[in-house]
Protein backbone atom coordinates (compact mmCIF):
# COMPACT_ATOMS: atom_id res chain seq x y z
CA UNK A 1 0.00 0.00 0.00
CA UNK A 2 1.62 3.59 -0.92
CA UNK A 3 1.06 6.57 1.54
CA UNK A 4 -1.04 9.25 -0.41
CA UNK A 5 -1.02 12.67 1.03
CA UNK A 6 -3.69 14.82 0.68
CA UNK A 7 -5.01 16.28 -2.58
CA UNK A 8 -2.23 19.36 -3.43
CA UNK A 9 0.61 18.32 -0.85
CA UNK A 10 3.02 17.19 -3.73
CA UNK A 11 2.14 20.02 -5.93
CA UNK A 12 4.58 22.33 -3.41
CA UNK A 13 7.80 22.90 -4.74
CA UNK A 14 9.71 22.59 -1.15
CA UNK A 15 11.04 26.32 0.22
CA UNK A 16 14.51 25.77 -0.43
CA UNK A 17 16.54 28.29 2.01
CA UNK A 18 19.78 30.18 0.92
CA UNK A 19 22.91 28.96 0.52
CA UNK A 20 25.56 28.79 3.23
CA UNK A 21 28.37 26.76 2.37
CA UNK A 22 30.59 27.02 -0.47
CA UNK A 23 32.99 23.91 -0.83
CA UNK A 24 36.84 24.57 0.03
CA UNK A 25 35.56 27.38 1.96
CA UNK A 26 35.72 27.53 5.66
CA UNK A 27 33.67 31.39 5.78
CA UNK A 28 32.09 31.70 2.63
CA UNK A 29 30.10 35.97 2.52
CA UNK A 30 26.76 35.01 3.15
CA UNK A 31 24.39 37.13 1.66
CA UNK A 32 21.65 35.15 0.49
CA UNK A 33 18.97 35.18 3.99
CA UNK A 34 18.73 38.95 4.29
CA UNK A 35 20.36 38.16 7.94
CA UNK A 36 21.96 40.48 10.30
CA UNK A 37 25.56 40.83 9.98
CA UNK A 38 26.53 42.77 12.91
CA UNK A 39 24.82 39.43 15.26
CA UNK A 40 22.90 39.51 17.49
CA UNK A 41 22.59 42.06 20.46
CA UNK A 42 25.46 40.95 22.74
CA UNK A 43 22.90 41.34 25.58
CA UNK A 44 20.51 38.49 23.76
CA UNK A 45 23.76 36.45 23.35
CA UNK A 46 24.31 36.73 26.92
CA UNK A 47 20.44 35.75 28.09
CA UNK A 48 21.04 32.65 25.57
CA UNK A 49 23.79 31.67 27.47
CA UNK A 50 22.12 31.92 30.84
CA UNK A 51 19.26 29.45 29.94
CA UNK A 52 22.28 26.78 29.60
CA UNK A 53 21.34 26.27 33.39
CA UNK A 54 17.42 25.96 32.90
CA UNK A 55 17.22 23.17 29.92
CA UNK A 56 15.39 20.58 31.69
CA UNK A 57 12.30 23.18 32.11
CA UNK A 58 9.73 23.89 29.87
CA UNK A 59 9.49 27.30 28.66
CA UNK A 60 6.44 29.79 29.18
CA UNK A 61 3.77 28.45 27.13
CA UNK A 62 1.77 31.91 26.97
CA UNK A 63 5.09 33.74 25.92
CA UNK A 64 4.18 36.35 28.97
CA UNK A 65 7.34 38.14 29.84
CA UNK A 66 8.45 38.37 26.10
CA UNK A 67 4.84 39.45 25.30
CA UNK A 68 5.32 42.24 28.08
CA UNK A 69 8.66 43.72 26.99
CA UNK A 70 6.88 44.01 22.72
CA UNK A 71 3.97 45.74 24.80
CA UNK A 72 5.38 47.86 26.54
CA UNK A 73 7.86 48.58 23.54
CA UNK A 74 5.35 49.00 21.57
CA UNK A 75 2.90 50.53 23.75
CA UNK A 76 0.44 47.34 22.51
CA UNK A 77 -2.38 45.45 24.27
CA UNK A 78 -1.26 42.10 26.12
CA UNK A 79 -3.82 39.80 24.78
CA UNK A 80 -3.62 41.17 21.62
CA UNK A 81 -0.21 39.34 21.04
CA UNK A 82 0.76 35.76 20.21
CA UNK A 83 4.20 34.81 19.82
CA UNK A 84 5.73 32.00 17.44
CA UNK A 85 8.65 30.01 15.87
CA UNK A 86 9.58 32.80 13.57
CA UNK A 87 6.49 34.42 11.39
CA UNK A 88 6.70 31.12 9.51
CA UNK A 89 5.04 29.65 11.94
CA UNK A 90 2.53 31.93 12.36
CA UNK A 91 1.65 32.80 8.61
CA UNK A 92 1.34 28.79 8.57
CA UNK A 93 -1.18 28.70 11.90
CA UNK A 94 -3.06 31.95 10.54
CA UNK A 95 -3.63 29.91 6.84
CA UNK A 96 -3.95 26.29 8.86
CA UNK A 97 -6.76 28.51 11.31
CA UNK A 98 -8.71 30.45 8.86
CA UNK A 99 -8.56 28.54 5.25
CA UNK A 100 -9.21 24.99 3.86
CA UNK A 101 -9.99 23.52 0.69
CA UNK A 102 -11.59 25.24 -2.03
CA UNK A 103 -10.88 28.68 0.02
CA UNK A 104 -8.02 30.92 -1.51
CA UNK A 105 -5.29 32.96 -0.07
CA UNK A 106 -4.43 36.22 -1.99
CA UNK A 107 -0.83 37.84 -2.46
CA UNK A 108 0.75 39.21 -4.86
CA UNK A 109 2.82 38.38 -7.48
CA UNK A 110 6.32 38.20 -6.08
CA UNK A 111 4.96 37.74 -2.40
CA UNK A 112 7.03 35.44 0.13
CA UNK A 113 7.00 31.72 -0.77
CA UNK A 114 5.32 30.75 2.42
CA UNK A 115 2.07 32.41 1.35
CA UNK A 116 1.73 29.86 -1.43
CA UNK A 117 3.32 26.62 0.46
CA UNK A 118 1.00 27.36 3.29
CA UNK A 119 -2.33 27.24 1.44
CA UNK A 120 -1.37 24.39 -0.44
CA UNK A 121 -0.77 22.20 2.70
CA UNK A 122 -3.98 22.92 4.19
CA UNK A 123 -5.43 22.44 0.09
CA UNK A 124 -6.37 25.95 -0.21
CA UNK A 125 -5.36 27.94 -3.77
CA UNK A 126 -2.82 30.00 -3.47
CA UNK A 127 -3.98 33.06 -5.93
CA UNK A 128 -1.29 35.98 -6.92
CA UNK A 129 -2.44 39.17 -7.97
CA UNK A 130 0.36 41.15 -10.67
CA UNK A 131 2.70 43.76 -9.31
CA UNK A 132 3.50 47.42 -10.64
CA UNK A 133 7.34 48.57 -11.07
CA UNK A 134 8.21 45.34 -8.49
CA UNK A 135 5.68 46.72 -5.99
CA UNK A 136 2.05 45.41 -4.95
CA UNK A 137 -0.75 46.30 -6.84
CA UNK A 138 -3.38 47.05 -4.06
CA UNK A 139 -6.28 47.76 -6.82
CA UNK A 140 -5.16 44.30 -8.42
CA UNK A 141 -5.33 42.51 -5.35
CA UNK A 142 -8.66 44.07 -4.40
CA UNK A 143 -9.48 43.20 -8.22
CA UNK A 144 -8.74 39.23 -7.35
CA UNK A 145 -10.75 39.01 -3.99
CA UNK A 146 -13.67 36.81 -4.82
CA UNK A 147 -15.92 34.96 -2.12
CA UNK A 148 -13.52 32.44 -1.52
CA UNK A 149 -10.83 34.64 -0.42
CA UNK A 150 -10.10 34.02 3.03
CA UNK A 151 -6.38 35.53 3.64
CA UNK A 152 -4.87 38.41 1.91
CA UNK A 153 -0.67 38.93 2.81
CA UNK A 154 0.58 42.13 1.90
CA UNK A 155 4.77 41.73 3.03
CA UNK A 156 5.12 45.63 3.46
CA UNK A 157 8.13 45.96 2.95
CA UNK A 158 8.12 43.06 0.51
CA UNK A 159 10.62 40.56 0.23
CA UNK A 160 12.53 39.84 -2.09
CA UNK A 161 11.34 43.46 -4.42
CA UNK A 162 12.46 45.74 -1.07
CA UNK A 163 9.64 47.66 -2.06
CA UNK A 164 6.97 48.88 0.22
CA UNK A 165 3.36 50.65 0.42
CA UNK A 166 2.54 53.80 2.40
CA UNK A 167 0.21 54.10 5.01
CA UNK A 168 -2.45 56.04 3.41
CA UNK A 169 -2.48 53.23 0.42
CA UNK A 170 -2.46 50.32 3.30
CA UNK A 171 -4.92 51.87 5.57
CA UNK A 172 -7.73 52.37 2.41
CA UNK A 173 -6.61 49.21 0.91
CA UNK A 174 -7.64 47.71 4.46
CA UNK A 175 -10.51 49.52 4.57
CA UNK A 176 -11.84 48.05 1.18
CA UNK A 177 -11.48 44.49 2.21
CA UNK A 178 -14.24 42.43 2.74
CA UNK A 179 -14.80 42.03 6.58
CA UNK A 180 -14.47 38.67 6.53
CA UNK A 181 -11.14 38.43 4.88
CA UNK A 182 -8.57 38.47 6.89
CA UNK A 183 -5.41 40.55 5.73
CA UNK A 184 -2.05 39.65 7.51
CA UNK A 185 0.23 42.39 6.78
CA UNK A 186 3.98 40.89 7.28
CA UNK A 187 6.41 43.74 8.22
CA UNK A 188 9.71 41.85 8.60
CA UNK A 189 11.94 44.49 7.21
CA UNK A 190 9.72 47.25 9.45
CA UNK A 191 12.53 48.15 11.66
CA UNK A 192 14.83 49.21 8.13
CA UNK A 193 12.49 51.68 6.80
CA UNK A 194 13.01 55.28 7.15
CA UNK A 195 10.42 56.65 4.63
CA UNK A 196 8.44 58.77 6.35
CA UNK A 197 4.82 57.54 4.98
CA UNK A 198 5.62 54.06 5.70
CA UNK A 199 4.08 52.71 9.00
CA UNK A 200 4.17 48.69 10.03
CA UNK A 201 0.38 48.66 10.33
CA UNK A 202 0.18 48.34 13.95
CA UNK A 203 -2.10 51.12 14.35
CA UNK A 204 -4.75 49.74 11.85
CA UNK A 205 -4.88 46.30 14.46
CA UNK A 206 -6.66 48.64 16.46
CA UNK A 207 -8.94 50.19 14.13
CA UNK A 208 -10.13 47.51 11.90
CA UNK A 209 -11.11 44.65 13.20
CA UNK A 210 -9.58 41.76 10.51
CA UNK A 211 -6.10 43.11 10.59
CA UNK A 212 -2.89 41.27 11.82
CA UNK A 213 0.60 42.26 11.75
CA UNK A 214 3.47 39.85 11.56
CA UNK A 215 6.85 41.16 13.13
CA UNK A 216 10.25 39.01 13.59
CA UNK A 217 13.53 38.74 15.50
CA UNK A 218 14.84 37.34 12.54
CA UNK A 219 15.94 40.68 10.62
CA UNK A 220 17.31 43.70 12.81
CA UNK A 221 17.53 41.93 15.70
CA UNK A 222 20.07 38.68 14.44
CA UNK A 223 17.91 36.28 16.25
CA UNK A 224 17.24 33.81 13.36
CA UNK A 225 18.75 30.67 14.42
CA UNK A 226 16.07 30.76 17.01
CA UNK A 227 12.84 31.15 15.71
CA UNK A 228 11.32 33.85 17.28
CA UNK A 229 7.92 36.21 15.81
CA UNK A 230 4.99 37.91 16.84
CA UNK A 231 1.67 38.57 15.88
CA UNK A 232 -0.80 42.00 16.67
CA UNK A 233 -4.31 41.32 16.05
CA UNK A 234 -7.75 41.31 17.29
CA UNK A 235 -8.43 39.56 20.27
CA UNK A 236 -11.08 36.98 18.24
CA UNK A 237 -7.45 36.30 16.14
CA UNK A 238 -5.08 35.87 18.70
CA UNK A 239 -7.57 33.69 20.29
CA UNK A 240 -7.60 31.41 17.80
CA UNK A 241 -4.40 30.62 16.96
CA UNK A 242 -3.60 30.59 20.74
CA UNK A 243 -5.69 27.00 19.94
CA UNK A 244 -3.73 26.03 17.10
CA UNK A 245 -0.65 26.29 18.04
CA UNK A 246 1.84 24.61 19.61
CA UNK A 247 1.33 24.24 23.67
CA UNK A 248 5.73 25.08 23.76
CA UNK A 249 5.86 26.78 20.38
CA UNK A 250 8.44 28.73 21.21
CA UNK A 251 11.44 27.71 23.38
CA UNK A 252 12.74 29.01 26.21
CA UNK A 253 15.88 30.27 24.42
CA UNK A 254 14.19 32.34 21.98
CA UNK A 255 12.10 34.06 24.32
CA UNK A 256 14.78 34.78 26.50
CA UNK A 257 17.08 36.03 23.84
CA UNK A 258 13.80 37.76 22.78
CA UNK A 259 13.11 40.00 25.82
CA UNK A 260 17.12 40.91 26.03
CA UNK A 261 16.40 41.81 22.35
CA UNK A 262 13.32 43.83 22.68
CA UNK A 263 15.23 45.88 25.43
CA UNK A 264 18.11 46.75 23.66
CA UNK A 265 16.99 49.32 21.27
CA UNK A 266 20.70 50.50 20.90
CA UNK A 267 21.48 47.76 18.65
CA UNK A 268 18.54 47.82 16.27
CA UNK A 269 19.55 51.18 15.97
CA UNK A 270 23.40 50.70 15.19
CA UNK A 271 21.78 47.74 12.88
CA UNK A 272 19.68 50.44 11.31
CA UNK A 273 22.37 53.01 10.50
CA UNK A 274 24.93 50.43 9.44
CA UNK A 275 22.19 49.36 6.91
CA UNK A 276 21.12 52.53 5.59
CA UNK A 277 25.27 53.44 5.08
CA UNK A 278 26.61 50.61 3.58
CA UNK A 279 23.06 50.81 1.14
CA UNK A 280 24.03 53.90 0.07
CA UNK A 281 27.41 52.98 -0.55
CA UNK A 282 26.79 49.66 -2.67
CA UNK A 283 23.95 51.25 -4.91
CA UNK A 284 26.82 53.84 -6.00
CA UNK A 285 29.51 50.78 -6.36
CA UNK A 286 26.50 49.17 -8.16
CA UNK A 287 25.89 52.18 -10.44
CA UNK A 288 29.59 52.52 -11.47
CA UNK A 289 29.75 48.93 -11.64
CA UNK A 290 26.36 50.00 -14.67
CA UNK A 291 24.25 47.44 -12.38
CA UNK A 292 20.87 48.45 -11.32
CA UNK A 293 19.84 48.11 -8.08
CA UNK A 294 15.77 48.17 -7.09
CA UNK A 295 15.05 50.96 -4.77
CA UNK A 296 15.11 49.11 -1.21
CA UNK A 297 13.80 49.98 1.95
CA UNK A 298 14.93 46.68 3.59
CA UNK A 299 18.47 45.19 4.39
CA UNK A 300 19.02 43.37 0.93
CA UNK A 301 18.85 44.68 -2.45
CA UNK A 302 17.65 43.40 -5.82
CA UNK A 303 20.02 43.22 -9.22
CA UNK A 304 19.58 43.03 -12.43
CA UNK A 305 21.93 41.00 -14.69
CA UNK A 306 22.11 39.97 -18.24
CA UNK A 307 22.78 36.32 -16.95
CA UNK A 308 21.67 36.22 -13.05
CA UNK A 309 22.05 32.76 -12.77
CA UNK A 310 25.67 33.14 -14.66
CA UNK A 311 26.37 36.10 -11.89
CA UNK A 312 25.10 34.04 -8.84
CA UNK A 313 27.50 31.18 -10.01
CA UNK A 314 30.14 33.54 -10.14
CA UNK A 315 30.23 34.88 -7.21
CA UNK A 316 29.93 31.42 -5.45
CA UNK A 317 32.84 30.56 -7.09
CA UNK A 318 34.41 33.87 -5.64
CA UNK A 319 33.18 32.11 -2.12
CA UNK A 320 29.77 35.39 -2.06
CA UNK A 321 26.30 33.56 -1.40
CA UNK A 322 23.04 35.52 -2.72
CA UNK A 323 20.17 34.54 -3.28
CA UNK A 324 18.76 33.76 -7.21
CA UNK A 325 14.64 34.62 -7.18
CA UNK A 326 13.20 32.62 -10.09
CA UNK A 327 10.80 31.16 -7.70
CA UNK A 328 9.75 34.56 -6.94
CA UNK A 329 8.78 35.12 -10.36
CA UNK A 330 12.16 37.49 -10.63
CA UNK A 331 14.47 35.25 -13.38
CA UNK A 332 16.71 37.86 -14.08
CA UNK A 333 17.49 39.61 -10.53
CA UNK A 334 19.76 38.48 -8.20
CA UNK A 335 18.46 38.93 -3.77
CA UNK A 336 21.64 40.34 -1.99
CA UNK A 337 21.49 41.07 1.52
CA UNK A 338 23.65 44.21 2.62
CA UNK A 339 26.17 42.49 5.12
CA UNK A 340 29.16 44.46 6.76
CA UNK A 341 31.91 46.70 5.05
CA UNK A 342 33.98 44.22 3.99
CA UNK A 343 31.35 41.55 2.94
CA UNK A 344 30.36 44.41 0.52
CA UNK A 345 33.57 45.51 -0.45
CA UNK A 346 34.43 41.62 -1.42
CA UNK A 347 31.24 41.81 -3.41
CA UNK A 348 32.12 44.67 -4.95
CA UNK A 349 35.53 43.30 -5.95
CA UNK A 350 33.82 40.10 -7.28
CA UNK A 351 31.83 41.99 -9.35
CA UNK A 352 34.06 44.04 -10.63
CA UNK A 353 35.89 40.50 -11.53
CA UNK A 354 33.08 39.09 -13.24
CA UNK A 355 32.31 42.12 -15.44
CA UNK A 356 36.00 41.86 -16.94
N1 LIG B 1 8.11 37.27 5.92
C1 LIG B 1 9.00 37.77 5.07
C2 LIG B 1 8.56 38.85 4.14
C3 LIG B 1 10.31 37.28 5.06
O1 LIG B 1 11.20 37.75 4.19
C4 LIG B 1 10.68 36.26 5.96
C5 LIG B 1 12.07 35.70 6.02
N2 LIG B 1 12.68 35.41 4.86
C6 LIG B 1 9.70 35.77 6.82
C7 LIG B 1 8.44 36.30 6.79
C8 LIG B 1 9.97 34.66 7.77
O2 LIG B 1 10.84 35.05 8.76
P1 LIG B 1 10.99 34.24 10.11
O3 LIG B 1 10.20 32.98 10.00
O4 LIG B 1 12.45 34.00 10.23
O5 LIG B 1 10.45 35.14 11.16
Redo the contacts with the bound molecule.
Keep these: MTLIPRPGILDIAPYVGGESKVEGREKPIRLA??ENPLGASPKAVEAYKALAAELNRYPDGGALALRQAIAKRYDLALDRLVC????????SLLVRAYAGPGDEVLYSRH??L?YGISARTVGATPVTAPERNLTADLEALLAAVTERTRLVFL?N????TGSYLGYEAVRSFAERLPADVLLVI?A??AEYVEASDYDDGLSLVERLSNVVV?R????IHGL?AL???WAYGPVEVIDVLNRVRGPFNVSAAALAAGVAAINDPTHVERSRAHNARIHAWFVRQLQRLNLRAEPSVGNFVLVRFGDAPGAAAFLKSQGVLVRAVGAYGLPDHLRITLGTDEEMQAVVDALERYRQ
Design positions: SNGAGSDELIGFMAPNNPDAYLTFSKARLG
